[in-house]
């Protein structure tokens, strides 16, 4: 009977996504093919994807080794089972260019060579402290990054030593500290929600080999989190709060239509400081107040803001896969021959 959920979800994905899935499971007494997702990599075909079932315990940290999907429950996923997929670190490694992950939460997101890896998408994630990008063409999107307490590092370190990269595209993300060496072409900021941490108030770092030059910096908020620093970038329709640069743009950039506010301007809130994130899922919620600038001020005539864009912010932060909420199995024992009676409930993801 345990390997009725995995069958479903198997089925569900395939729909969703048109290829082999590979399911791991670390819980106790599964009866998967995977308990660990560095075997399920290995076993994969370019371009597969690999579903990471929720659970309390940490999983492996895994290398990617080739292009794959990699799915997760979600960021805090609204359903029977609460418990999400967890590993400390994810490493994209020689041959990974061109791997989508969602829906886990990690503690660092690094990069093991030292050749480029590209075209990259990373989206419903919680990540604790540090994204490392080392390569063109990638997509981050609707994640949280970093945190308000005890970390001393980017929470965006773009490796360029060996030169600039293009196409990087950040939008609809929480992020608690700043982003480093963010240099090329066509590198867009949009519609993110920046706060301090106890370590930055700035967004880019102002350091001599970390600084961020010719970005597209729009519709986001920079919430106590100072838009320092950013040579030759273009700010248009930002809003800033209670920062050391809320005047936009400022000598060296370029830019019109920013706000300033004057007053908290989220349903529920506190001023800025290293409390924002706490409780973020239960106490807190950035949409812009009724009577809040900015309703309607962002480039595409939406709201400023995480909720903006066409990819709004989701604090669940489950994948865009069909979700199961709910697995009931209605008979406790088969007789031989028998029928064995579930119910499930399942939706699009929230």
């Known amino acids: 009977m345990k390997a009725i959920l995995p069958l479903l979800l198997c089925c569900m994905i395939s729909f969703a996504v048109k290829a082999t899935v590979h399911v791991v499971d670390n819980n106790p007494n599964n009866t998967t093919a995977y308990t660990t997702i560095q075997d399920a990599i290995d076993a994969a075909s370019d371009n597969d994807t690999i579903y990471i079932q929720p659970s309390s315990?940490?999983?492996?940290?895994?290398?990617?080794?080739?292009?794959?999907?990699?799915?997760?429950?979600?960021?805090?996923?609204?359903?029977?089972?609460?418990?999400?997929?967890?590993?400390?670190?994810?490493?994209?490694?020689?041959?990974?260019?061109?791997?989508?992950?969602?829906?886990?939460?990690?503690?660092?997101?690094?990069?093991?060579?030292?050749?480029?890896?590209?075209?990259?998408?990373?989206?419903?994630?919680?990540?604790?402290?540090?994204?490392?990008?080392?390569g063109d063409n990638y997509y981050v999107a609707n994640n949280i990054i970093s945190q308000q307490f005890n970390t001393?590092?980017?929470?965006?370190?773009?490796?360029?030593?060996?030169?600039s990269y293009s196409n990087i595209i950040i939008e609809n993300n929480i992020i608690a500290s700043w982003i480093s060496s963010l240099q090329g072409s066509s590198n867009v900021l949009?519609?993110?929600?920046?706060?301090?941490?106890?370590?930055?108030?700035n967004v880019f770092s102002n350091g001599s080999n970390s600084l961020s030059n010719n970005i597209i910096v729009e519709n986001n908020i920079f919430y106590g989190s100072s838009p320092e620093y950013c040579t030759g970038c273009t700010f248009n329709n930002n809003i800033t709060f209670q920062t050391n640069q809320d005047i936009l743009p400022y000598s060296g950039s370029t830019g019109e239509n920013n706000l300033v506010w004057f007053e908290v301007g989220f349903i529920n809130s506190p001023v800025p400081g290293t409390t924002v994130l706490?409780?973020?899922?239960?106490?807190?919620?950035?949409?812009?107040?009724?009577?809040?600038?900015?309703?309607?001020?962002?480039?595409?005539?939406?709201?400023?803001?995480?909720?903006?864009?066409?990819?709004?912010?989701?604090m669940v932060g489950e994948p865009p896969i069909p979700v199961v909420r709910e697995f009931i199995l209605e008979n406790s024992s088969i007789p031989i021959d028998?029928?064995?009676q579930i119910q499930v409930s399942s939706s699009a993801p929230q």
């Not at 990699?70 to 359903?79: C, H, L, V």
């Open 338 to 340: 028998g029928t064995l």
């Open 57 to 134: 315990t940490l999983y492996d940290n895994p290398t990617l080794t080739k292009p794959l999907v990699i799915i997760g429950a979600g960021r805090n996923p609204n359903k029977q089972n609460h418990n999400t997929s967890r590993m400390f670190n994810l490493t994209f490694g020689t041959g990974s260019s061109g791997s989508s992950i969602m829906g886990l939460v990690i503690t660092n997101i690094v990069n093991g060579e030292t050749t480029d890896t590209d075209n990259i998408t990373i989206t419903h994630c919680r990540i604790k402290m540090n994204l490392t990008i080392w």
């Open 152 to 163: 001393s590092i980017a929470a965006i370190n773009i490796q360029n030593s060996g030169g």
């Open 190 to 201: 949009r519609n993110n929600l920046f706060v301090n941490n106890t370590w930055s108030i």
């Open 278 to 314: 706490n409780n973020i899922y239960t106490d807190r919620d950035f949409h812009l107040d009724t009577d809040a600038p900015g309703l309607t001020g962002g480039t595409d005539g939406n709201e400023i803001g995480l909720f903006g864009n066409s990819t709004p912010f989701s």
